[in-house]
């Protein structure tokens, strides 16, 4: 008779770390409806807009690098502390501005039939200053804060710790944080970013109380000054190296930049296309959540079953197949549907990808690493979202407006299938069990 299975338990520290997490992804999500919103009445610029989520990913491709020795030289609990506290105060300093500015702004629900607006550089120029502000924080927060899951969960443990993490965040940031958004920004268009600054001050004070339970939050001590230079010269080495990581940063930098051609360009596609209202919208933001909650529930299930390198694969082919369905919609639920499919996927990606690094990346590293991988996978953003918004602007005068929105979604769709038949060659099965295995022998 077998011996009946013991359901190990993740512990106290790993579902601290999930409320935190899930406490400000909260906010997040009332802030994914939120500033789009602002953004659109500040400026109908289809430029201007992507102008604004360049800066905001700016940081990815000018400090994460750096952010990676910081993590690998201070306390990355203490770090992440500081990081939420410092954007509840940034949070603060918005909703400031736009209480002051309120009465210049045009009704949120005449929007979608506004196409020419006086642009308000007042409010403007406050989005893009704390966009930046905000990215650099969230470069150094973000690269800390998958360090951690290391930290209070046994290496056996990270796909279903990471995919329940997802699950988590997906729930508050896309399912409950827009509706919510769209309810509160319906009140007061200054309301929902004193909510999202609260949210980082409570997330704050739970990150504070966490402790380790596997490994330290604080990564080996080192003498004298920081030399960033040949410390970043000592990740960016390692993670050149390896035959598998390497390849993986960079086709999800490829993937990102090719997403960020129609990313920025979503809230106007929504309003102009789709003819959605801010409660539509918010709706639609649903979609990313229902994805993302069954992504992170079976994404492990799904990577178990058909393995690790069918996963990827399944991802990549998704990705330009729902950018091409959603060009061709003119109904917000189809655009629905899709984006949930592809949201199933690209937690999926992250679900394998993410654990890997986390499993195959030495812990005293692990910062610097992340942040090289990071820099590969997240700097393309900004160049993806300024050249989709420039495609637009470009293509609006001989196409028409609609037209040159669908564009971009045509765009991302071409390069992505590209991008698949590159990757599948390159993201194996054979491959990721060839590096699981060199760690598990070392």
């Known amino acids: 008779m077998k011996p009946a299975k013991t359901k190990e338990?993740?512990?106290?520290?790993?579902?601290?770390?999930?409320?935190?997490?899930?406490?400000?992804?909260?906010?997040?999500?009332?802030?994914?409806?939120?500033?789009?919103?602002?953004?659109?009445?500040?400026?109908?610029?289809?430029?201007?807009?992507?102008?604004?989520?360049?800066?905001?990913?700016?940081?990815?491709?000018?400090?994460?690098?750096?952010?990676?020795?910081?993590?690998?030289?201070?306390?990355?609990?203490?770090?992440?502390?500081?990081?939420?506290?410092?954007?509840?105060i940034l949070t603060l300093v918005v909703g400031a501005f736009v209480y002051l500015e309120r009465e210049s702004l045009p009704s949120l629900n005449e929007l979608a039939s506004i196409?020419?607006?006086?642009?308000?550089?007042?409010?403007?120029?406050?989005?893009?200053?704390?966009?930046?502000?905000?990215?650099?924080?969230?470069?150094?927060?973000?690269?800390?804060?998958?360090?951690?899951?290391?930290?209070?969960?046994?290496?056996?443990?990270?796909?279903?710790?990471?995919?329940?993490?997802?699950?988590?965040?997906?729930?508050?940031?896309?399912?409950?944080?827009?509706?919510?958004?769209?309810?509160?920004?319906?009140?007061?268009?200054?309301?929902?970013?004193?909510?999202?600054?609260?949210?980082?001050?409570?997330?704050?004070?739970i990150f504070a109380t966490l402790k380790p339970t596997v490994k330290s939050f604080k990564p080996e001590q080192k003498s004298g000054p920081i030399n960033f230079r040949a410390e970043i010269q000592e990740g960016f080495s390692w993670l050149w190296r390896h035959e598998l990581l390497r390849p993986m940063a960079i086709i999800l930098g490829l993937i990102n930049g090719i997403a960020a051609l129609s990313g920025a360009m979503f809230i106007l596609f929504a309003q102009e296309v789709l003819e959605t209202t801010v409660f539509i919208f918010a709706i639609l933001g649903t979609a990313a959540a229902v994805g993302g909650i069954i992504g992170g529930l079976l994404g492990p299930k799904v990577s178990e079953k058909i393995g690790r390198g069918r996963s990827l694969a399944l991802a990549l082919f998704t990705m330009p197949m729902t950018a091409l369905l959603i060009g061709m919609s003119s109904l917000w639920y189809l655009v629905w549907i899709f984006v949930a499919i592809e949201t199933f996927?690209?937690?999926?990606?992250?679900?394998?990808?993410?654990?890997?690094?986390?499993?195959?990346?030495?812990?005293?590293?692990?910062?610097?690493?992340?942040?090289?991988?990071?820099?590969?996978?997240?700097?393309?953003?900004?160049?993806?979202?300024?050249?989709?918004?420039?495609?637009?602007?470009?293509?609006?005068?001989?196409?028409?407006?609609?037209?040159?929105?669908?564009?971009?979604?045509?765009?991302?769709?071409?390069?992505?299938?590209?991008?698949?038949?590159y990757a599948i060659r390159v993201l194996t099965e054979a491959k990721i069990q060839q590096a699981r295995s060199s760690v598990s022998d070392s």
């Open 9 to 88: 338990k993740l512990g106290a520290s790993y579902w601290k770390l999930w409320s935190a997490t899930g406490i400000s992804n909260l906010g997040d999500g009332v802030a994914a409806v939120a500033y789009p919103w602002l953004a659109s009445a500040v400026t109908r610029s289809p430029f201007l807009i992507a102008l604004s989520v360049v800066v905001s990913r700016l940081p990815w491709l000018v400090f994460t690098l750096f952010a990676g020795v910081l993590t690998d030289r201070f306390n990355r609990k203490r770090i992440i502390v500081t990081m939420n506290i410092f954007n509840g």
């Open 345 to 421: 996927t690209a937690v999926l990606w992250n679900v394998v990808t993410v654990s890997l690094r986390q499993s195959l990346i030495p812990s005293h590293l692990l910062g610097r690493v992340n942040s090289v991988y990071r820099f590969f996978a997240w700097g393309t953003i900004p160049i993806g979202t300024l050249l989709g918004g420039t495609l637009v602007s470009v293509l609006q005068s001989g196409l028409g407006r609609e037209m040159a929105f669908r564009s971009v979604y045509f765009t991302a769709s071409a390069l992505g299938f590209g991008l698949f038949l």
């Open 115 to 205: 196409t020419n607006l006086e642009t308000n550089y007042t409010l403007y120029f406050v989005i893009l200053i704390t966009a930046f502000l905000f990215g650099l924080a969230e470069v150094l927060r973000d690269n800390t804060a998958q360090t951690m899951m290391p930290a209070v969960v046994a290496d056996k443990h990270l796909e279903k710790a990471n995919g329940r993490m997802w699950s988590a965040e997906s729930l508050t940031n896309s399912f409950i944080g827009p509706p919510l958004g769209s309810l509160i920004i319906s009140v007061a268009i200054f309301l929902p970013f004193f909510v999202d600054a609260a949210t980082f001050f409570i997330a704050a004070a």
